[in-house]
């Protein structure tokens, strides 16, 4: 069965990332099977809440935070609806949490359904008190939007997408969370 592929234009792609927040900024065309298992969505291990003296040490938080947004945000339309507000508390705050809430309902209304996963390849981290900015240079080559009911892939994630990342440590419960996402184009 030949599957197409598209390729879509770069506007298309990044108007694609207003609505996907949690999806690849450019894709390619290839044919390859479905994943057969999606990762454990449980709640994410928890970063050290207490504030510390250690500057590496809230590095690894931060790194932490963003690394485990990734799949966690892809694959919560995995299960019921009535739970993506709490996998997505766990990991995101506004306005990155209401943008993937309202981007989710949009696939699924759409009969879209994101699948595989990104490897998130960190530059750098950089922490000022209660925020941080995360620059990746993210593998998307293993991701992209496929029909929701036959699974047929619609796109393909490229191997090097450029990802900013604001992330902001929640107050209540002193986690770091991806407070905004933005793909800026262009390789790295």
Request: glycine share 6%; aromatic share 6%; net charge neutral.
């Amino acid at each position: 069965m030949i599957v197409s592929i598209r390729r879509w234009p770069k506007p298309i792609a990044l108007a694609g990332m207003v609505l996907a927040p949690m999806l690849v900024a450019g894709c390619s065309g290839a044919d390859a099977p479905a994943p057969t298992s999606s990762p454990n969505l449980s709640a994410p291990s928890q970063a050290p809440s207490a504030p510390s003296a250690s500057g590496q040490d809230q590095r690894q938080a931060v790194e932490a935070a963003y690394t485990q947004f990734w799949p966690r945000t892809m694959h919560a339309d995995d299960k019921p609806e009535d739970t993506w507000h709490d996998a997505l508390a766990a990991v995101a705050t506004d306005p990155q949490f209401t943008t993937t809430l309202n981007a989710m309902r949009y696939q699924k209304q759409a009969g879209i359904k994101i699948y595989g996963d990104v490897t998130a390849r960190i530059v750098s981290v950089e922490v000022s008190g209660d925020t941080a900015k995360v620059v990746d240079c993210q593998d998307a080559s293993h991701t992209g939007q496929a029909d929701a009911k036959t699974g047929d892939r619609k796109t393909v994630g490229v191997p090097r997408n450029p990802v900013n990342a604001s992330l902001k440590r929640d107050s209540s419960d002193g986690q770091w969370k991806v407070a905004e996402v933005s793909f800026p184009g262009g390789t790295c």
